[in-house]
């Protein structure tokens, strides 16, 4: 049935939730004459803060861009060092990089996949010369990190916490939605986060001064242009536009809809790899109340390497069904490798589970005939590779 279902189209990894909303909304914003400013990013950036819970947010072009004004406006930079996973998104380092800091790349929790408080020191002895004035950490692939452990390391030593919230939007960790904890946090709203307007991010935060410099640093308008400040600090064009932000708006009012249909196909995939001989659900933290994934990730048996995990990904595509590698370890890439002395062996766990991970296609829009027929391909393709069938979610 589930090869019936399928009928030949591809299935991607991710696809945006649009419909008549998001259309009608770009429709009216196309026949005003304010493109590039206007009333709408602030009224997106209202509604999230509101929706969060928080004193400002600040939309901005990228994920990347959000990570590094947040360093530039906290005084980050040449220097300085700053905490994060190596099993992350690029963009944590990315940023890192371009502050003029330098990136401490630490280890992660091997049942969470998010950054773990007590490896830190480890990290730090790698890096004797350090001067760490941040710690930047992920909620990985929707799971929160330990954030009561990593609030009270970064205020007994005075660092600047920022969670990276990009693909955890709607998870809940003691009571709190993700976004809660750092005291900056960023969030992603490119494919294939749940809430997507083509490419933003958005950064929020209480502090008042620090989101005044953000909106500085994020770009001025003309009255600005004799202004001294923004001589002396210039900033950049990383603003959104209105069509950006219509699309946000509309994606934050049907959030609670995305989600659940993302829960439903959650609840397929897990109906189909139950069935399989040494899958253990998706595991949950201590702590945590609810989890979004970004991804539907399989974490593959021991008898898996990064070549065999590799293999599979395209065996399936052979299936025109879309997979990938989760994480490619930050600490392994050529540019942390030349630049920062990383080699394969510093993160173990990190290398274990990245070699082991692969992604799934996830997204609102799958049918649960098409989830039978991506379980069936992924198992064929564990056979066809010759390494055994996956040991947990």
Same mark, same amino acid.
């Given at each position: 049935?589930?090869?019936?279902?399928?009928?030949?189209?591809?299935?991607?990894?991710?696809?945006?939730?649009?419909?008549?909303?998001?259309?009608?909304?770009?429709?009216?914003?196309?026949?005003?004459?304010?493109?590039?400013?206007?009333?709408?990013?602030?009224?997106?950036?209202?509604?999230?803060?509101?929706?969060?819970?928080?004193?400002?947010?600040?939309?901005?072009?990228?994920?990347?861009?959000?990570?590094?004004?947040?360093?530039?406006?906290?005084?980050?930079?040449?220097?300085?060092?700053?905490?994060?996973?190596?099993?992350?998104?690029?963009?944590?380092?990315?940023?890192?990089?371009?502050? *003029? &800091?330098?990136?401490?790349?630490?280890?992660?929790?091997?049942?969470?996949?998010?950054?773990?408080?007590?490896?830190?020191?480890?990290?730090?002895?790698?890096?004797?010369?350090?001067?760490?004035?941040?710690?930047?950490?992920? =909620?990985? =692939?929707?799971?929160? &990190?330990?954030?009561?452990?990593?609030?009270?390391?970064?205020?007994?030593?005075?660092?600047?916490?920022?969670?990276?919230?990009?693909?955890?939007?709607?998870?809940?960790?003691?009571?709190?939605?993700?976004?809660?904890?750092?005291?900056?946090?960023?969030?992603?709203?490119?494919?294939?986060?749940?809430?997507?307007? *083509?490419?933003?991010?958005?950064?929020?935060?209480?502090?008042?001064?620090?989101?005044?410099?953000?909106?500085?640093?994020?770009?001025?308008?003309?009255?600005?242009?004799?202004?001294?400040?923004?001589?002396?600090?210039?900033?950049?064009?990383?603003?959104?536009?209105?069509?950006?932000?219509?699309?946000?708006?509309?994606?934050?009012?049907?959030?609670?809809?995305?989600?659940?249909?993302?829960?439903?196909?959650?609840?397929?995939?897990?109906?189909?790899?139950?069935?399989?001989?040494? #899958?253990?659900?998706?595991? #949950?933290?201590?702590?945590?109340?609810?989890?979004?994934?970004?991804?539907?990730?399989?974490?593959?048996?021991?008898?898996?390497? &990064?070549?065999?995990?590799?293999?599979?990904?395209?065996?399936?595509?052979?299936?025109?069904?879309?997979?990938?590698?989760?994480?490619?370890?930050?600490?392994?890439?050529?540019?942390?490798?030349?630049?920062?002395?990383?080699?394969?062996?510093?993160?173990?766990?990190?290398?274990?589970?990245?070699?082991?991970?692969?992604?799934?296609?996830?997204?609102? *829009?799958?049918?649960?005939?098409? #989830?039978?027929?991506?379980?069936?391909?992924?198992?064929?393709?564990?056979? =066809?590779?010759?390494?055994?069938?996956?040991?947990?979610?």
């Amino acid at each position: 049935m589930a090869d019936q279902a399928y009928a030949g189209s591809a299935i991607t990894l991710s696809s945006a939730d649009y419909g008549e909303a998001e259309a009608a909304a770009l429709a009216m914003v196309l026949q005003r004459n304010a493109q590039s400013t206007g009333p709408l990013v602030p009224a997106f950036e209202q509604a999230f803060a509101s929706w969060l819970g928080r004193k400002h947010a600040i939309a901005v072009s990228s994920s990347t861009i959000a990570c590094l004004l947040v360093l530039r406006a906290a005084g980050v930079g040449s220097g300085d060092s700053v905490i994060a996973p190596s099993y992350s998104w690029r963009h944590l380092a990315h940023a890192i990089h371009w502050s *003029g &800091a330098q990136p401490v790349l630490s280890e992660i929790d091997y049942w969470s996949q998010t950054l773990a408080a007590d490896k830190i020191e480890a990290a730090l002895q790698r890096a004797p010369q350090a001067r760490v004035k941040a710690l930047l950490v992920n =909620n990985t =692939n929707g799971h929160p &990190a330990d954030w009561q452990a990593l609030r009270t390391l970064a205020r007994a030593q005075q660092w600047l916490l920022i969670e990276d919230a990009s693909e955890s939007i709607g998870s809940r960790y003691q009571g709190q939605l993700t976004g809660s904890f750092g005291d900056a946090a960023v969030f992603d709203f490119s494919q294939p986060s749940a809430l997507c307007c *083509g490419k933003a991010a958005m950064i929020v935060t209480d502090d008042d001064t620090l989101a005044l410099k953000l909106r500085h640093y994020r770009q001025h308008g003309h009255d600005d242009q004799a202004s001294l400040s923004a001589s002396l600090r210039p900033p950049l064009d990383a603003g959104i536009s209105e069509l950006t932000a219509a699309l946000g708006l509309i994606q934050l009012q049907r959030l609670p809809e995305i989600l659940a249909k993302r829960k439903l196909v959650e609840a397929w995939y897990q109906a189909q790899i139950s069935s399989f001989e040494g #899958i253990k659900p998706p595991y #949950i933290a201590p702590g945590v109340d609810e989890v979004h994934w970004t991804l539907y990730c399989v974490h593959l048996g021991t008898r898996f390497s &990064a070549s065999s995990r590799d293999a599979m990904v395209e065996d399936m595509s052979t299936e025109l069904v879309e997979a990938a590698a989760y994480c490619r370890p930050l600490h392994l890439q050529r540019a942390y490798v030349e630049h920062y002395g990383m080699r394969k062996g510093h993160l173990l766990v990190t290398e274990k589970v990245a070699d082991r991970a692969i992604a799934l296609p996830f997204h609102g *829009g799958l049918t649960e005939d098409q #989830i039978a027929f991506i379980v069936k391909t992924a198992k064929d393709a564990s056979i =066809n590779v010759g390494a055994g069938a996956a040991i947990y979610l």
